[in-house]
């Protein structure tokens, strides 16, 4: 696996105010990093339960229902907030 710092997804914190920070860098390391929860476990040094625990508190948090729908929702606020700053 190539690696991947987990701090350059810090500064997208601030698209996501519900999340903490670490959900937040883990969402968007599965998301723009096309990691696999295994693979950010593994990254992270940490059990792929404790990701799939903090994937699902962020699903809750920004209400939605699935993994799919979670890669999709941070997509696209990431997406606005970049053309909001472009075409402001």
Do not use: W
């Not at 519900?18 to 990093?33: D, I, K, S």
């Amino acid at each position: 696996m190539a690696a991947v710092d987990p701090s350059q997804f810090s500064p997208l914190h601030k698209f996501f105010p519900e999340l903490t920070e670490l959900q937040a860098v883990h969402t968007c390391m599965l998301v723009f990093g096309h990691l696999s929860v295994a693979e950010l476990a593994e990254l992270r040094d940490i059990a792929p339960n404790t990701v799939m625990e903090s994937m699902s508190s962020a699903q809750k948090k920004l209400g939605v229902g699935s993994m799919k729908h979670l890669r999709i929702t941070v997509t696209n606020r990431v997406l606005m907030h970049i053309a909001l700053y472009i075409f402001k």
